[in-house]
Nanobody
């Protein structure tokens, strides 16, 4: 059974870098043609796509977030990692990892809360 599990720091101070990890079990993250995406949802707002790591190892990001995010992967741990730089309270929300095939998401993690506050 394939599962996605997000993990993160929970509470961070403004201007810090948030590191979120998506641990994938049950399938290798290099398996074609699945990509792994990051989404977030701020309180009272809709779901926002942030970026994705493709099975081949290349990745792409939302133009809105631009250089504020970086996505990497660790093949030995079967993990996809999101870094969000220079966070502000507006980055508060629930962050989700999802598996995608041809722009169709078929599996979600349970989400991890990130709160940016001093």
């Amino acid at each position: 059974q394939v599962q996605l599990q997000e993990s993160g720091p929970g509470l961070v101070n403004p201007s810090q870098t948030v590191l979120l990890t998506c641990t994938v079990s049950g399938v290798s993250i290099t398996t074609p043609t699945y990509d792994y995406m990051w989404f977030r949802q701020a309180p009272g707002k809709g779901l926002e796509w942030m970026g994705a790591m493709k099975f081949a190892g290349n990745w792409y990001r939302s133009p809105t977030l631009g250089s504020r995010i970086s996505i990497t992967r660790d093949l030995s741990a079967n993990q996809v990692t999101l870094r969000l730089f220079s966070v502000t309270p507006e980055d508060t929300g629930v962050y989700y990892c999802a598996r995608d095939e041809n722009w169709h998401v078929d599996l979600w993690g349970q989400g991890t809360q990130v709160t940016v506050s001093s």
